[in-house]
């Protein structure tokens, strides 16, 4: 159901050609009201993508009406040719339905560079089609229009007493934290007023996509989008409504770990007892970007020295001869030192958890990451994206 | 020739088991005087292996009369067991040579964890063998017993008027900059003050194997110790002392790039117009640690887009849109847009040469790296190491 299961949204995809496969390229969702609340948080690579510079202007007063989304070319890098390419299209956008261009957003994602005038014309002609299309039926096909390297498309709903939750997601590759790690829009027929909308959002964001690391390489394009039209007549405390987007948001995050590029293992590394929730993170993600790590992993392999040894870069507070280290539920190392044989932790499930107990402090944090494949390789030389 | 090119050095290298092949792996390496200055740099990874705990304190009052080194295990995370058998193979050899414990360094290389009765037994055997072997000729031996997954030995000399410098390294994965990032043994018979070692030491390693980011993976066994002993009785100027310890330290670190684990490409970064050195050593740094960048090379695809994204995540000054950036001589990206076709550069080399022009000052750093490839994840994945 998607970005359509909440009451008064709509949406389409449709196929402009910016995919030389013939399938949906460009999205669009539409809030039809009540309200147009709307809260996005980008990435933080100063790199930035011309729809990125684009939104985060539109974005700024919490008034959204509407989203336009492409795959097959990132717009990034394209120069003010590229810049004047997302402003039409939020131009066309708002003429068709009859709002203000600076309230709609723009959102691209594909291969850096690519932004000339034969990728405008399509992403201008995609946005007239789609629009043509709307309707309250179109949250899937929008969810596959957004695909790149994706296998599957993603999509997410919670519901609550009266008010709902939809969410549709495109990552497989270049994730990394920056604060949003993808492109990801969310719809809520929950009332909610504009400032609410953007804590909400930035709460959620920051203990979900944001602990998602697949590969370490943080995009230039990536943006989460929370619209908000107050269909349900329903206002949740903020509380509850930051709590059902989380919900949502990591289920989005986990089916974006899942289908990250080439992988073979989904990682769980889960951080106990450190000082600060901060160094939790930070232990956690040391440990997602080690190479020799994920390559381990990879080969099924629990070389727990590899993750003392990550966690040995970072400024977290630790003892490096007091740390254990559980995969799959078996302690490998205990006190900085071997522990069960490693012929007794079993690494075949795709499923992979990591505890590392730093013995510290109270504080918590769980990273997702992948492994490092044969297939990651293959899939990022073989084909420029 | 090796460490034993200078005057007054001896070396050796046995077989004492530690390897299943039945290399050698054991070496020492022995200042005959008739000074004794020793200084060493250390890998700044916080979880560090026992040898490293030893040799800190043991190069502490800068006066070392041997080394001795171990492949086949890193006796890193082995307990006080671990730090026992360090302690004794410190006292095995400073018996047998007649002199202080606290003036033999240690160091070990290998799989973390491995560090037992038989590993201990092994080291301290192969020590005793070793010193008995010791030989004005014992330089390569000496560098072949503590390769690892090295493919080939790493020598280099630096002969100036009267004086020589040599060297022997080990490192072909887990290669990134602490301070240090291999194990790796210099002599000279240059005439040296203690504190005037241990500068040029630290000057010259900071421009060279510290600019050596093969994987982005930190050791917690890296060391680079200098001997001098004066026996040339000439003494140098530290200036020119540091430019030939920097030739021979960049020497051996070409070497390690062109024997990384797996690689197929050996990239030079070069950063230019930077606000400052760090910061032209952090752009290539985020550039050199981006897989996605890592992986487009072993694909012979000049993707610049890569580059820029990696770039955008360092605090460095600069306008993503005007910076350059120049693949194998081919300027494929300006101003921060597309520039000369990617046909147009050919990547099918091992060395790639990329330029980042960020035009902001006057800073240049070098950062040398390799690709990430099919090889290397197998190399990784598939045997413990």
């Known amino acids: 159901?998607?970005?359509?299961?909440?009451?008064?949204?709509?949406a389409a995809g449709v196929a402009a050609g910016l995919k030389t496969t013939g399938k949906p390229d460009v999205a669009v969702v539409v809030n039809?009201?009540?309200?147009?609340?709307?809260?996005?948080?980008?990435?933080?690579?100063r790199a930035k993508a011309n729809p990125i510079i684009w939104s985060q202007q539109a974005a700024a007063d919490r008034v959204v009406e509407a989203v336009v989304l492409n795959s097959g070319g990132a717009n990034c890098f394209t120069g003010s040719f590229g810049f004047q390419t997302t402003h039409q299209t939020a131009e066309k956008a708002a003429e068709l339905l009859g709002v203000s261009a600076g309230d709609i957003l723009v959102c691209s994602t594909g291969l850096i560079g690519v932004g000339d005038e034969v990728f405008r014309g399509k992403v201008l002609s995609g946005t007239e089609q789609a629009i043509a299309a709307l309707s309250t039926d179109g949250g899937q096909v929008a969810a596959e229009a957004i695909m790149t390297t994706?296998?599957?498309?993603?999509?997410?709903?919670?519901?609550?007493d009266g008010w709902t939750i939809g969410g549709m997601a495109k990552g497989a590759g270049m994730l990394a934290p920056g604060l949003a790690t993808m492109l990801v829009v969310i719809t809520t027929d929950a009332v909610l007023e504009p400032l609410e909308a953007d804590a909400a959002l930035r709460a959620a964001t920051g203990r979900t996509f944001d602990r998602l690391?697949?590969?370490?390489?943080?995009?230039?394009?990536?943006?989460?989008?929370?619209?908000?039209?107050?269909?349900?007549?329903i206002a949740p405390g903020v509380e509850e409504f930051t709590a059902a987007l989380a919900e949502l948001s990591q289920e989005l995050a986990v089916k974006l770990q899942g289908d990250a590029e080439g992988a073979s293992h989904d990682i769980t590394i889960e951080v106990q007892h450190a000082a600060t929730e901060a160094e939790a993170v930070e232990v956690g993600r040391s440990v997602a970007r080690n190479?020799?790590?994920?390559?381990?992993?990879?080969?099924?392999d629990p070389n727990w020295g590899r993750v003392l040894a990550a966690i040995g870069t970072t400024s977290a507070q630790f003892d490096p001869y007091d740390v254990d280290v559980w995969m799959n539920g078996v302690r490998?190392?205990?006190?900085?030192?071997?522990?069960?044989?490693?012929?007794?932790?079993d690494l075949t499930p795709r499923a992979t958890h990591l505890v590392i107990d730093l013995k510290v402090g109270e504080a918590t944090a769980t990273i997702l990451t992948n492994d490092l494949t044969h297939d990651y390789v293959h899939e990022n030389s073989a084909y420029a994206s």
Do not use: H, W, Y
């Not at 690391?213 to 007549?233: E, F, I, P, Y």
């Not at 190479?291 to 099924?300: C, E, P, T, V």
């Not at 490998?332 to 932790?345: A, H, K, L, N, T």
């Open 1 to 10: 159901m998607s970005v359509t299961a909440p009451a008064g949204f709509e």
């Open 32 to 45: 039809r009201g009540p309200r147009k609340v709307g809260a996005a948080v980008f990435t933080s690579n």
């Open 150 to 160: 994706d296998s599957v498309s993603k999509t997410a709903v919670v519901t609550r």
């Open 213 to 233: 690391d697949s590969d370490g390489c943080m995009s230039t394009n990536d943006q989460v989008t929370l619209l908000a039209n107050g269909a349900s007549g």
């Open 291 to 300: 190479n020799l790590f994920k390559a381990a992993i990879f080969g099924n």
């Open 332 to 345: 490998v190392c205990s006190e900085g030192g071997p522990d069960r044989p490693r012929e007794e932790v």
